[in-house]
């Protein structure tokens, strides 16, 4: 599956969510630290929901850029 995931610049560097998965999250220092943590908090996630029985949303937002004139 491929989800969408938000990151957003910080103070102290990066945080990050997925909006089909509520309250999976993740925070970094760089951007790289950031997507590497998101990687596994998604796969430790989607495991704990699997645990507990809770079905495994399926991907539903959709990002995309919009040019505007400044």
């Not at 560097?13 to 908090?41: F, H, Q």
């Amino acid at each position: 599956m491929k989800y969408a995931v938000v990151y957003e610049k910080t103070n102290t560097g990066y945080s990050a969510y997925v909006p089909d998965l509520p309250g999976c999250i993740a925070t970094g220092r760089s951007l790289r630290l950031t997507k590497e943590r998101m990687a596994k908090a998604i796969e430790m996630h989607l495991a704990l929901m699997r645990q507990d029985g809770d079905p495994i949303p399926d991907p539903t937002t959709a990002t995309d850029y919009i040019r505007v004139s400044a």
